[in-house]
């Protein structure tokens, strides 16, 4: 029996797993075996490899051949296992590797060439704590893994493997021209300036921004949602470095990857048709649905009310617990969804009910149902709901407001006031905190406590929207630079609570 061996990783939800491929060419009958819960593309790479070796004049082995990907009990999905799948059976042959300190990932094509996959970079993430050396990746892909620290090279035709191994060959053909380049560009915000009036909404979307909160637009078709909507990402604080590594780790999986380490939100508009799968990830070989594109961003759901209920009910997991669980029958797998949400919709069907007695074609019940079809545990988790109206001339006519850098400015400003009060807690926004610890640590004014036991009284709030008012306060505290919320913060933040259409606006 003559025996060779490789590393790979497999990619089990945006998490590289270390994979060792044995190759065995054992006596009998010519045939070519793989075995280790192998899908589909897995399985089907024997003919892959077949003619790539043919491709590059390496004789391929005539013998009983036993491909084996261990862990055998852990599920292997993809074409990313080419590579590692024939430099074993190289060794098996004779040829020479190192083996303890390298990995292969890529796909090969029938002409021998080397081809790019998906999660270059969880993979080489894996490599560099596998204690990895060397790891070989396609042509192109480079710059992607060298993100993990660890050493990379590219190969773009498997006789370049072959000859090295010093196993017989053709000669290496150069590169291809035309390998695919990624532009490092990001991408420019659009600006706040460009929105012309709606005071309240910016204003929304500064605290929004500020505390990280979830934010809830009703208003009439054409006045400006979700051109407001797409102004967020560019209000956030640049991703930490941590938090720039998990959303490129995202994009690799995705084959989205940029070609740099991201430094603004990511921003994700599913449309209201998207399946549960294309929102929360799923599939039968899991993957990243749009929650996930948005982590560390902003997710936007325009006309909110078309969503399927049991799709925005899907989102009540990732909203509380800033993840994504997919459970199969023989693994499951997390991805991280830690978004803020930002909805927009119409006030009823037809969108006018806010221009005007008798523009509404709706009647009172039709709005009511309207709205119930988002569901009350999705609508309870906004924080801020807000009614965004049409403009007036005056307005249109109105000078460019503040541009997004100034309001920026003072999000950040209020992020290192967050980040100060919450040092020895488990969270940084005001958003996240807990309801304990806002009651034991706000100072609310008088005139405020007995508003808010009314109101409690009266059944116009519960107790989470209280929470809720509270977060929000002390967002407008970190905004004026409070050292305490006023009882103008408080005001302020009840009234952003609570006026948006599905409390009490119809």
């Not at 990895?132 to 892909?141: D, I, K, R, S």
């Not at 710059?143 to 000669?171: C, F, M, P």
């Not at 070989?285 to 749009?290: I, K, S």
């Amino acid at each position: 029996m003559k025996f060779g061996s490789a590393r790979a990783a497999s990619v089990i939800g945006v998490e590289g797993r270390p994979v060792l491929i044995e190759a065995a060419l054992l006596s009998g009958l010519p045939a070519f075996t793989v075995v280790g819960l192998p899908d589909a593309a897995v399985t089907e790479s024997r003919e892959r490899i077949r003619s790539a070796f043919a491709a590059a004049g390496v004789t391929f082995p005539q013998s009983r051949m036993t491909v084996n990907l261990s862990p055998a009990d852990t599920h292997k999905s993809g074409t990313g296992f080419d590579l590692g799948i024939a430099v074993a059976i190289l060794q098996a042959m004779g040829g020479r590797f190192s083996k303890d300190h390298t990995m292969f990932v890529g796909e090969l094509g029938l002409d021998g060439s080397v081809r790019p996959v998906r999660g270059v970079l969880p993979a080489a993430l894996c490599a560099a704590r596998e204690g990895v050396t060397c790891l070989f990746v396609p042509y192109g892909q480079a710059a992607e893994a060298e993100l993990a620290q660890v050493d990379v090279k590219e190969v773009w035709h498997l006789a370049q493997l072959a000859r090295s191994a010093g196993v017989d060959a053709r000669a290496v053909p150069p590169p291809p021209a035309g390998a695919p380049t990624r532009s490092s560009e990001q991408k420019v915000a659009p600006d706040l300036s460009e929105v012309r009036g709606q005071e309240d909404a910016k204003l929304a979307l500064e605290v929004a921004a500020a505390g990280g909160h979830h934010l809830l637009m009703t208003g009439p078709p054409g006045v400006g949602k979700s051109m407001l909507a797409s102004r967020l990402p560019g209000l956030l604080p640049k991703l930490t470095a941590a938090e720039a590594v998990e959303v490129a780790t995202i994009e690799s999986c995705l084959a989205e990857f940029s070609g740099t380490l991201p430094t603004r939100a990511p921003y994700a508009a599913p449309h209201h048709s998207a399946s549960a799968s294309a929102l929360i990830g799923g599939g039968s070989v899991p993957r990243p649905g749009a929650v996930s594109r948005a982590h560390c961003g902003v997710l936007f759901l325009d006309e909110l009310p078309e969503f399927p209920q049991g799709v925005l009910q899907a989102l009540r997991q990732p909203m509380e617990s800033g993840e994504v669980e997919i459970h199969r029958a023989r693994a499951m797998v997390r991805f991280p969804a830690r978004f803020q949400l930002v909805g927009a919709a119409n006030p009823c069907r037809c969108g006018r009910y806010f221009d005007g007695p008798g523009a509404c074609t709706c009647s009172s019940r039709d709005r009511r149902e309207y709205f119930r079809r988002i569901g009350g545990p999705i609508l309870d988790r906004f924080d801020l709901n807000i009614v965004v109206r049409r403009l007036t001339r005056s307005e249109l006519a109105a000078d460019e407001g503040e541009a997004t850098a100034l309001v920026a400015q003072r999000v950040s400003e209020a992020r290192d006031r967050q980040a100060v009060r919450f040092n020895d807690q488990p969270w940084y926004r005001n958003a996240d905190a807990k309801g304990s610890w806002l009651r034991r640590n706000t100072q609310v004014p008088a005139s405020v406590a007995r508003s808010l036991d009314r109101a409690m009284n009266e059944g116009l709030v519960s107790l989470r929207a209280v929470d809720k008012i509270f977060r929000i306060a002390w967002t407008f505290a970190d905004l004026s630079g409070h050292r305490n919320p006023s009882a103008q913060d408080f005001q302020q933040a009840f009234v952003y609570r609570v006026q948006g259409g599905f409390n009490g606006a119809f």
